[in-house]
């Protein structure tokens, strides 16, 4: 079974610093799906970025990109030149895999606080 | 505003009673999710559907039960509540339901059992 583990419960940064929120994951798999998902103070859920196993190319996404190691199963999200907006409860979490359906599978999540 | 509608917003009940949560996914979606989200189990995904037929399933105890409707609709329904079902339920839904696919999350329906 996968997992996803998520190992820093809260992170902060100082607002215009960069952040690195931290993920790994276990799979037997070669092809899946990571994502990262924003939980804002509103509890909707967003999505930030997302990366396929295939592209060795991190994906970007304006301030946010991510470092994807997939020998290491390790799967972490930068995000650049923070804001207050920022502030939010984020997720890893991984899809796919063989059966291919869309069923994701979270980490517990990091909150991260954005200091003016 | 994701597209995807779930009512009721909050809903508060009393142990042993039955509930019905209902999604509407965004138009054009043939998939929907249902995720549960409590501070003791973290996001866990429960059910997928697709065009009306079951597709994956995950965590969803017997007590719950859902189902997607010919115009796609879901409602997950919860009966014999215990303390432990208090959570935020959210709906997700998506086009194909595939693992590429991208998934748009409801607002939830926050379930409060007494």
């Known amino acids: 079974a996968q997992t996803v583990t998520q190992s820093q419960p809260e992170m902060s940064v100082q607002e215009a610093e960069t952040v690195t929120l931290s993920c790994t994951y276990d799979t037997s798999e070669s092809d899946y799906y990571l994502f990262w998902y924003k939980q804002p103070p509103s509890r909707q859920m967003i999505l930030v970025i997302r990366q396929e196993a295939y592209k060795q190319q991190n994906a970007t996404e304006n301030r946010f990109s991510v470092n994807f190691q997939k020998a290491a199963k390790s799967f972490s999200l930068k995000i650049s030149d923070s804001q207050l907006g920022d502030a939010a409860m984020y997720f890893c979490?991984?899809?796919?895999?063989?059966?291919?359906?869309?069923?994701?599978?979270f980490g517990q999540g990091t909150t991260l606080q954005v200091k003016p | 505003d994701s597209g995807v509608t779930q009512t009721p917003k909050h809903l508060i009940t009393a142990t042993g009673q039955r509930v019905t949560l209902r999604c509407s996914p965004r138009?054009?979606?043939?998939?929907v999710y249902w995720y549960q989200q409590s501070l003791d189990q973290g996001l866990q995904f429960l059910i997928q559907?697709?065009?009306?037929?079951?597709?994956a399933k995950g965590n969803i105890l017997e007590r719950f039960s859902a189902q997607q409707f010919p115009d796609l609709h879901s409602e997950l329904n919860l009966s014999s509540l215990e303390l432990g079902d208090s959570a935020l339920y959210f709906c997700a839904s998506s086009v194909v339901g595939t693992g590429d696919d991208e998934q748009f999350f409801g607002p939830g329906t926050r379930l409060t059992v007494l």
């Open positions: 559907y697709y065009n009306g037929e079951e597709r």
């Open positions: 138009s054009g979606d043939l998939s």
């Open positions: 979490a991984y899809g796919g895999g063989s059966s291919n359906t869309g069923k994701l599978i």
